[in-house]
């Protein structure tokens, strides 16, 4: 069962990797219930090195491990899952030597019925807002992420994606998401912790509204 709360954790160069790992930890003890490790800037090695002890914080809070891009050392890492960018391998070309799931980012609606027909596990819906986090990627706004919820089967698990923060996860919600993927709303707020309690909070509180009508 993959979670609500999909923290996607990136590196910033202001950080040494003792922080890094402190605000992840923070993050997922204040109920961050997905994980992932997006760390493009690095080669193979240091990569697998950061991996590691990412992997050993998610195994800690007993949630999934997800490792972006690189299916090759997401089989290496013990990862649980990968995720997949629009111009990495396909997933039915990872699931060759990849156990694990596989999610794959999506922008349009034929790129989330083509990524089902080769067998994704769960889709990021997204940008819905322009973010920094994916410079030069037009955003998808909120009719992607209601297309999402009209269309997508209820067995499919996706993630609304893309400058969502505290004040604009009300509008998500309204939408149809009921997962959210996020990186600076949590990874780079004051209190990590704080911040991911809120985001859990709300989104319960409102799954639970919607559950109850």
Known sequence: MLGRLYLVATPRPHWGEAEFLERIEAALEGGVD???????????????????????LAR??????????????AALAEADGVHLGQGDLTPD????????????????????KRALEEGAGYLSIGPVWATPTKPGRPATGLDYVRWAAATLPETVPWYAIGGIDLGRLEEVLAAGARRVAVVRAIQDDKDPKAAAKAFKERIQEWCDSTERK
Not at 34 to 56: D, F, N, T
Not at 60 to 73: A, C, H, I, M, S
Not at 93 to 112: I, K, L, M
């Open 34 to 56: 997905m994980l992932q490790l997006r760390a493009k800037a690095l080669e193979a090695q240091p990569y697998l090195a950061l991996a590691a002890k990412v992997r050993a």
């Open 60 to 73: 800690k809070f007993g949630v999934p491990f997800v490792l972006n891009d690189r299916p090759d050392l």
């Open 93 to 112: 070309q990872t699931r060759r030597f990849f156990r694990g799931f596989v999610g794959r980012s999506t922008h349009r609606p034929e790129q989330a």
